[in-house]
């Protein structure tokens, strides 16, 4: 069917600092529809089961939680049966420090993971870093052959066609698959989604295919990996500096924090009062993802990422193991009180 052209992605970037505005969350599951499970939508005030009040400092991490942290993570794999990669960082204002770019606490960080469904953030990001104010207005028509297993948004819209700006709520609220799909044409395609990353600096991040096939995860396979020290750089630049217009980068970190999806992983391992912008993804393998911006009630904003695997194609992915990685973390920031 016809389509309409796709946006070219690329931008150029900035790294004047920017005021952090807002913040929330999002997951997935399945080896084929990525997201196939729904939660009720969280409130934008961050429910949460941990009870500590530490808040991150832009001071370093000791050597000795980085010690602590390392033991509980590995235990964390061994526990669960899987791989756990790690990134947090500092998402404070980019001209405060030079170590601001480095990792404050990593695991993993350089090794590569299937990135699943936190893909549709840079999706999203990428249409947005282009779109006009009438094109987020436009309305995109597709029909029933379009429509993936998990689409749980476009599939009530067939008749009507939805809005750009309606698909990137599905995609990021929602992660529907195939409002993922009619973004990512007009990003380009992978080869736009890839380009625009490159424009952020990323070089190590492999965009190669749609919903559902990037759910493969093969263990070897690069296609549709990347790294969560390079996810978490590209997470901070959309999300707290100058890459998307301001107008653009609140709606993108508005959209994740209204996010339906993401309750039992970044979101339910932050202390009360914490809040959470986060995308999930899952896939075969038991591939289970969360990228986040995550917001104290003081103190420098933090991204998140995790990433976790298995080594048999229909593991489960135990969803309590994120969770679990995120109260380490946070059990190893420097804490003011």
């Not at 997201?35 to 009720?40: D, F, H, I, Y």
């Not at 029933?144 to 009507?160: I, K």
């Not at 990433?307 to 059990?331: C, G, I, K, P, Y």
């Amino acid at each position: 069917m016809a389509r309409r052209p796709p946006l070219l992605a690329a931008v150029a970037t900035s790294t004047a600092a920017v005021a952090l505005l807002l913040a929330g969350c999002t997951a997935g599951s399945g080896p084929t529809a990525s997201e196939p499970r729904l939660t009720a939508a969280p409130s934008s005030s961050t429910t949460s089961t941990s009870t500590s009040t530490s808040r991150p400092s832009p001071a370093g991490v000791s050597t000795a939680a980085r010690q602590r942290l390392d033991a509980s993570l590995r235990g964390l794999e061994a526990r669960y049966g899987a791989r756990l990669g790690v990134a947090v960082l500092d998402a404070g204002p980019s001209d405060a420090a030079p170590s601001r770019d480095r990792a404050l606490l990593g695991h993993r960080s350089d090794e590569r993971f299937a990135f699943a469904s936190t893909d549709k953030v840079f999706i999203a990001a990428a249409v947005l870093s282009r779109i006009s104010d009438a094109g987020l207005a436009e309305v995109v028509r597709y029909d029933r052959t379009d429509l993936l297993a998990y689409a749980p948004v476009t599939s009530q819209h067939v008749d009507s066609g939805m809005t750009v700006r309606a698909l990137l709520d599905a995609a990021l609220r929602y992660s529907d698959n195939t409002a993922a799909n009619l973004l990512m044409e007009r990003a380009g395609g992978a080869a736009g989604v890839q380009a625009f990353l490159r424009t952020l600096g990323d070089s190590t991040t492999s965009v190669d295919r749609d919903e559902p096939s990037l759910n493969t995860a093969v263990p070897g396979d690069t296609r549709d990996t990347t790294t969560p020290q390079a996810f978490a750089r590209d997470l901070r630049a959309v999300t707290t500096r100058t890459v998307l217009p301001d107008s653009r980068r609140r709606l993108l970190v508005s959209l994740m924090t209204a996010n339906t999806t993401g309750a039992p992983y970044i979101r339910s391992g932050v202390p009360t009062g914490w809040s959470v912008a986060d995308k999930t993804g899952s896939a075969s393998y038991g591939v289970r993802n969360d990228i986040a911006l995550v917001t104290p009630p003081a103190g420098s904003p933090l991204v998140i990422v995790l990433f976790s695997t298995r080594t048999t194609q229909d593991a489960a992915s135990q969803d309590a193991l994120l969770a679990d990685a995120t109260r380490a973390l946070v059990e190893a920031l420097p804490t003011t009180r």
